[in-house]
Structures are given as C-alpha cells and as structure tokens.
C-alpha cells in the first residue's frame, strides 16, 4: 500500500486550540515557575555587587569576585559545606533508599487492603510541615517530659537531651526524614514496579525462582532506570541537606552540626543583612548542584542507562 504522501501535520495553532484546556491547567504551574524560579535569577546579580537597599539592584557598586573570595576565606563558610555534605550524604545512603525498599516490601505483601492501609499511613507525615514534625519531636524527646526519656528513666538509665548532642542529631534527623518521606518517595517506584510484565514473574517461578531471586533477577533490573533517574535527582541536590527540617530541629547546642549552608544562608542574609555575600554563597550552592547534576547523568549513561535527559 502506499503511503498518502498529500497528508500534511497539524499546524500547532490547530494542536493549541484542540488541547486549549489542558494548556490552561498548566499556566497555574507557569506562572508560578516565572516568579519563584526564573524571576529572582535576574537577583543573582548582586552576587557579583556591593548591594544597597536604597540604591537598589541597578544602582549597586560592581565588586566583581569580591563576596566569592571573602567567602572561601571564612572558616565557617567550609564548616556549614562540611555538615551539609555529610547530612547530605547520609540521607543519600539511608533516606533515599528508604522509599525503594518501601516499595519492595509492599510489591511482597499480597493482601490488596493491607498493602493500602499500610501506603496510607507511611504516606501520611508528608503532607505534615516540618514545623509540625520539629515539635513532635521535640515533644517527644524533651529530657524531662519526653515519653523516650520517661521509658529510659524507668528502665533506669539517665535521660538524654537528644536534641542538644550532636551524634543523636543527626540520628534523628536521618529517622524523621526517613519517617516524612519513605511512603511518598515509594510511590514512583510502586508505579514502575506496577508496569512490569507479570509473564516475567511467570517465567521465573517455572524457572524455580523463589521470591528472593525474583526480586534480584526480574524486580530490580526492571526498575533500574528508574532508580537511576532518582539517584540523579538525589545526587543533584547534595547540596541541599533539608532547611525546614534542620532549621525546626537545630540549636545552640549543636550549631558544630546542625548548621549547613541554607540555613548559614538565611542568617546572613536575613537576619545579618548581608544580602550580596548570602548570595554568592547561595549561587555556589546552585552552581555545585548543577555540576552534580550533569555529571551524574553522564556517568548514568556510561554504565547503560537512559539518565534523565
């Protein structure tokens, strides 16, 4: 048969017009991308000024490097990367797996009303704030009137002020992310462990294949890609260790730790008014995570995978 070589494409003011009313569900999200993301990129350039409020942006003295040097010659500057590196770092390790292996265990538990109770409930602290969640905690783990101390005092030991040592933490820290996010980072996987082909599951228990080896051999390799495109999401933000969440949970007494660059950021510049050197740090920060980034989607590819673009 052949082809119909006269059939022409939709022109796009035809394509616009058929999917008007999706196009327009989407200008809430523009418009919000336009203010919030792109908008204050034209800010940035105070970075590279000597920024005064009644001068303003186009009246500022240019001071080049100025804020970047000063930056990398302060000691706290190195001691807010370091924390925020190893926060990072540990979310990375333990949080972000979290939710795949979440998702595992539920794709396991065969009774379809338990597996929802149980999505439900491990899904629910994420739509908690983290003001809400700094306070249960604090609640919890006060030294005089937190129910872990009161079980600690009873079995005899000496209560511990969990949120004022900087081992526990971070211990906590990493147990209330992992407690917030596990059930909503589970649901991309439960999705692409949903698409799967089930003639592959099929195939392997033919083969002799207990759940173990179904796991490793069909379930994993299957969802690689996906993984892959989260760990690349995950790597591109090492440099954001979860301000609302440190800046709920931290205090005096564990500034040495808790104090990373977000919240090094927003004392400078808020509360110091330090509005061109809060800046170029925070432009730092961006520009690290945007190297991150690229590199962890270039090395994605190498080893096979798709990556995220």
Not at 56 to 67: A, R, T, Y
Not at 191 to 212: F, H, K, T, V
Not at 220 to 231: N, Y
Request: hydrophobic share 50%.
């Amino acid at each position: 048969m052949q082809p119909d070589l006269t059939y022409r494409a939709p022109s796009i003011r035809s394509r616009l017009y058929k999917y008007r009313w999706l196009y327009v569900f989407l200008i809430p999200a523009i418009v919000w991308y336009i203010i919030f993301a792109y908008g204050p990129i034209y800010g940035l350039q105070i970075a590279f000024k000597d920024f005064k409020i009644l001068k303003g942006i186009e009246g500022s003295e240019w001071v080049g490097m100025k804020h970047f040097i000063k930056m990398f010659k302060t000691k706290a500057f190195w001691r807010v990367t370091q924390n925020t590196l190893v926060i990072s770092a540990l979310k990375l390790v333990f949080v972000s797996t979290s939710g795949l292996v979440l998702a595992l265990l539920l794709n396991e538990v065969t009774h379809s009303k338990y597996r929802t109770v149980v999505s439900s409930v491990t899904m629910l602290p994420h739509f908690f704030s983290w003001v809400v969640i700094g306070s249960i905690l604090l609640e919890i783990l006060s030294p005089s009137t937190g129910m872990v101390n009161a079980v600690i005092r009873a079995c005899g030991g000496t209560p511990i002020y969990f949120l004022g040592d900087n081992e526990w933490f971070l211990f906590w820290v990493i147990v209330s992310d992992m407690w917030e996010s596990a059930g909503w980072n589970s649901i991309i996987f439960v999705a692409a462990i949903g698409g799967i082909n089930p003639e592959l599951y099929e195939a392997a228990q033919i083969d002799g294949a207990g759940r173990w080896k179904q796991l490793t051999n069909v379930t994993l390799p299957c969802i690689a890609g996906t993984i892959v495109v989260v760990m690349v999401l995950k790597v591109g933000s090492l440099m954001n260790a979860g301000f609302d969440q440190i800046y709920n949970m931290y205090n005096s007494a564990v500034m040495d730790t808790a104090d990373i660059l977000d919240t090094y950021v927003y004392r400078q510049g808020i509360e110091s008014s330090k509005f061109s050197y809060s800046t170029a740090v925070g432009l730092f920060k961006n520009v690290i995570n945007l190297v991150l980034v690229l590199a962890t989607n270039y090395f994605s590819k190498l080893i096979g995978q798709e990556g995220l673009f």
